[in-house]
Structure formats: structure tokens, C-alpha cells
T-cell receptor, first 113, second 116 residues
């Protein structure tokens, strides 16, 4: 049981490039989400999904796209990277609604130059 | 909207000192409250949680009590260790129509450093 996995761990992009951050979980969780972590700002929700085929925007969705074709995978796409997207990105999943504990991946540190 | 405010950090303590990290919240409805911990180079892990007023969450010697009257969920530990050095996040999850789908609102995090 690997939990929540993320790839890559580190990435450097040039402004305007695109890329996909991968996230997978093997716990059969319905809910998955993406956060970004910036110094002094805690974690902010980018996008989330309540099941395969269903996604919605979080607090800071601009510049990011998501899709959820399977229960296991929830990739995050940066369409045209900008320096403001330099951050640490965390994927999380949870089994049920209400007071559900979320399980976090180890994170991807992204730098956009 | 929902929000969480944590005490300003960082916090530096000597081993065996007492710890309190303040957390207050604003939320509609009846939130569940959480403390998450992030050790260096790792993702967040759930430390403890409380789902209703007056509940006390506890784990690894840490405690926090859900105080509805003061909208607070302060984290406490009686004797910290070097291994407790980490970033601590207070968070809440609110329900809408009976489900929250696990959406969390986080505080800004408090860096704790414990010296031997």
C-alpha cells in the first residue's frame, strides 16, 4: 500500500512551458485534491474531485487544469507556466465526506524561471 | 468565508518545555477541526482531530480541545522533544448539505524548533 504518490519530486520550468504533475492513490479514495504551499500562506486549494469524471475549482484555480478519468489518478496540468506558480504542490485524498482525514503525498517542488 | 488564524511564528523552545500554539477559526455551520504536522521534506500528516464542541483530540502527547464559545482549537504539549520540530497547521472542514467532501481550510502554519 503506497498511499498517495506524486511525481516528479522536483521540477524546473521556463516561463511559458507546460507540464503535468502526477498524483496517484491506491486506497480507493473518492475524494482527491491539489494544494499549493507558499511561505506564510499555509496550503491553498487549487482543484478537487469527488469522484471519477467530477472536478471543481478551489480557491486558486487560475492557470491550472485537472481531469479525473479513474479513481486512482488525478493529474494537475500547468498550461503556460509563470513565475507566480513557483511553489510546493501537494496532492491529497480522503475516503469519505464529513470529518474525513486527508492523506497527503510527499509534494512536488516546482520552480518557474 | 471560512478562515483559520494561527499564532505568529516561528516558535523556538528547549527540550521538555511546554508548548501552546494558538488557533482560532471563523466558519459557517459546524466545522470539524484538525491539526496537521509537516516534518522536514515530507507531506502533511494528521496529528489529531475533533468533530464537535468540547471534543478533545490527542495523539503523541499533543492535545487540543474544540472550544465553540471562543472559536478556538489551541494545540498543547506538556514536554516537547527535539523530534517534535516541524511545521504545524490548524485546519477546518465544514459541511454543506451533509457532506464536505474533505475540503480543508488551513491556517498559515507555525514553525516549531526544539533545541536539546
Amino acid at each position: 500500500n503506497a498511499g498517495v504518490t506524486q511525481t516528479p519530486k522536483f521540477q524546473v520550468l521556463k516561463t511559458g512551458q507546460s507540464m503535468t504533475l502526477q498524483c496517484a492513490q491506491d486506497m480507493n479514495h473518492e475524494y482527491m485534491s491539489w494544494y499549493r504551499q507558499d511561505p506564510g500562506m499555509g496550503l491553498r486549494l487549487i482543484h478537487y474531485s469527488v469522484g471519477a469524471g467530477i472536478t471543481d475549482q478551489g480557491e486558486v484555480p487560475n492557470g491550472y487544469n485537472v481531469s479525473r478519468s479513474t479513481t486512482e489518478d488525478f493529474p494537475l496540468r500547468l498550461l503556460s507556466a509563470a513565475p507566480s506558480q513557483t511553489s510546493v504542490y501537494f496532492c491529497a485524498s480522503s475516503y469519505r465526506a464529513g470529518a474525513a482525514e486527508q492523506y497527503f503525498g510527499p509534494g512536488t517542488r516546482l520552480t518557474v524561471t | 468565508g471560512d478562515s483559520v488564524t494561527q499564532m505568529e511564528g516561528p516558535v523556538t523552545l528547549s527540550e521538555e518545555a511546554c508548548l501552546t500554539i494558538n488557533c482560532t477559526y471563523t466558519a459557517t455551520g459546524y466545522p470539524s477541526l484538525f491539526w496537521y504536522v509537516q516534518y522536514p521534506g515530507e507531506g502533511l500528516q494528521l496529528l489529531l482531530k475533533a468533530t464537535k464542541a468540547d471534543d478533545k483530540g490527542s495523539n503523541k502527547g499533543f492535545e487540543a480541545t474544540y472550544r465553540k464559545e471562543t472559536t478556538s482549537f489551541h494545540l498543547e504539549k506538556g514536554s516537547v522533544q527535539v523530534s517534535d520540530s516541524a511545521v504545524y497547521f490548524c485546519a477546518l472542514s465544514t459541511t454543506a448539505g451533509g457532506t464536505s467532501y474533505g475540503k480543508l481550510t488551513f491556517g498559515q502554519g507555525t514553525i516549531l524548533t526544539v533545541h536539546p
